[in-house]
T-cell receptor, first 114, second 121 residues
Framework: NAGVTQTPKFRVLKTGQSMTLLCAQD?????MYWYRQDPGMGLRLIHY???????AKGEVPDGYNVSRLKKQNFLLGLESAAPSQTSVYFC?????????????FGEGSWLTVV | AQTVTQSQPEMSVQEAETVTLSCTYD???????LFWYKQPPSRQMILVIR??????QNATENRFSVNFQKAAKSFSLKISDSQLGDAAMYFC??????????????????FGQGTILTVHP
């Protein structure tokens, strides 16, 4: 019963380094999302995908890139990490027509940029 | 643009008592969904309750219930018989169904700022 799985769960980066966060879902969901959560705030949408091979920008896309080469995976990349990208990152997924239209979340990835 | 507002940054309640968390939203859509998510210190996002806008009946899940006032665009969460495990950050969220989404909505969740709930023994 995996649901939405994010890797890695924790990572410390130096300014300027690059990394990729991987999100995998096993529910055959069409829609996938990457959010970030900063202290004392709600989640803000970085990028999203409505299907394999498609991606689009959310509210706060600057400094991030994404790819959806396979339906079950959604990758979030930081090409040159900055301290402002220190945050908790959440991946989420949903069907495009599911009962209740519920979005399912991963457990979060803690990223610190020093 | 859709917005979600939680006007209570912090709330507290005594164990076994009842507490209500407030949420208002702004939208011009007629078909949408509203959610309450719980986020404990582990940061996991846990769905507490969901309300479809086309349903007049308020949703209920065990000790959790909502007061959905569509005309007033209000969606409050009532927690009855509060337990220590209820202590968490609570987020109200709004979503247009992906099938009806236009423009760049694509079914994304819009979150409020959150309310920290403390439960006193």
């Amino acid at each position: 019963n995996a649901g939405v799985t994010q890797t890695p769960k924790f990572r410390v980066l130096k300014t300027g380094q690059s990394m990729t966060l991987l999100c995998a879902q096993d529910m055959n969901h069409e829609y996938m999302y990457w959010y970030r959560q900063d202290p004392g705030m709600g989640l803000r949408l970085i990028h999203y995908s409505v299907g394999e091979g498609t991606t689009a920008k959310g509210e706060v896309p600057d400094g991030y890139n994404v790819s959806r080469l396979k339906k079950q995976n959604f990758l979030l990349g930081l090409e040159s990490a900055a301290p402002s990208q220190t945050s908790v990152y959440f991946c989420a997924s949903s069907h495009n027509r599911a009962s209740g239209n519920t979005i399912y979340f991963g457990e979060g990835s803690w990223l610190t940029v020093v | 643009a859709q917005t979600v507002t939680q006007s209570q940054p912090e709330m507290s309640v005594q164990e076994a008592e009842t507490v209500t968390l407030s949420c208002t939203y702004d939208t011009s859509e007629s078909d949408y969904y509203l959610f309450w998510y719980k986020q404990p210190p582990s940061r996991q996002m846990i769905l507490v309750i969901r309300q479809e806008a086309y349903k007049q009946q308020n949703a209920t899940e065990n000790r959790f219930s909502v007061n959905f006032q569509k005309a007033a665009k209000s969606f409050s969460l009532k927690i009855s018989d509060s337990q220590l495990g209820d202590a968490a950050m609570y987020f109200c969220a709004y979503r247009i169904p992906p099938t009806n989404a236009g423009g760049t909505s694509y079914g994304k969740l819009t979150f409020g700022q959150g309310t920290i709930l403390t439960v006193h023994p």
